[in-house]
């Protein structure tokens, strides 16, 4: 069965620090990831996607992630922090045929703290 | 830009009443979706929709649970008789041709 595993529940970064959230899955073909943010109070946001090619994909607000298929990550990363970032951020894998229905498997979520 | 909405924003019920989410998709999405979030937990799914008809659905969406799309721009999640651990925050997506799904805002419902 897919999964998708955040590891750090918390993680705490100072504002213009770099920062880098992991994600790893478990899917047994080609996966379709996805970071995903949400605000206190607010629905999720989508930041960015694999579906395939350049393993280094650009999303919105500065964001990027690189997929690893020897490694089964899609780590989520910013150059630089800026203290709106504060949320949490889910990684996603989409389960299911590629033209299919392509129900979203979510990690637990990673919330991050940005220190002045 | 396109978004999805959902009303109300927060549902308060008593155990056992129905209640009904609704659901706008951005028009011209084909393929529908409910997840749900218990509160310190990862969203999870419901079910999926695709021309008018339930196309998967978890384990978590039992006889209580229906969906509708009573016309052309409305999606509901329908709950015959609310439990206690109903209670969770509702998100409703939508996504088009590519493989991205947008999701609303939610409804937290709440059930005493």
């Known amino acids: 069965a897919q999964s998708v595993t955040q590891p750090d529940i918390h993680i705490t970064v100072s504002e213009g620090a770099s920062l880098e959230l992991r994600c790893n899955y478990s899917?047994?073909?080609?996966?379709?990831l996805f970071w995903y943010v949400q605000s206190p109070g607010q629905g999720l946001q989508l930041l960015l996607k694999?579906?395939?090619?350049?393993?280094l994909v650009q999303g919105i607000k500065g964001f990027e992630a690189e997929f690893k298929r020897s490694q089964s990550s899609f780590n989520l990363r910013k150059p630089s922090v800026h203290w709106s970032d504060a949320a949490e951020y889910f990684c996603?894998?989409?389960?299911?045929?590629?033209?299919?229905?392509?129900?979203?498997?979510f990690g637990t979520g990673t919330r991050l703290l940005v220190s002045p | 830009e396109p978004e999805v909405t959902q009303t109300p924003s927060h549902q308060v019920t008593q155990m056992g009443q129905e209640v009904i989410l609704r659901c706008v998709p951005i028009?011209?999405?084909?393929?529908f979706y409910w997840y749900r979030q218990i509160l310190g937990q990862k969203v999870e799914f419901l079910v999926s929709?695709?021309?008018?008809?339930?196309?998967?659905k978890s384990e978590i969406f039992d006889d209580q649970f229906s969906v509708e799309r009573p016309d052309g721009s409305n999606f509901t999640l329908k709950i015959r008789s609310t439990k206690l651990e109903d209670s969770a925050m509702y998100f409703c997506?939508?996504?088009?041709?590519?493989?991205?799904?947008?999701f609303g805002p939610g409804t937290r419902l709440t059930v005493t």
């Open positions: 997506a939508s996504r088009g041709q590519s493989y991205e799904q947008y």
């Open positions: 899917y047994g073909a080609t996966p379709y």
């Open positions: 694999y579906f395939s090619g350049d393993t």
């Open positions: 996603a894998v989409g389960a299911g045929t590629p033209f299919g229905f392509q129900k979203l498997v």
């Open positions: 028009s011209n999405h084909l393929y």
């Open positions: 929709f695709y021309n008018n008809e339930i196309s998967e």
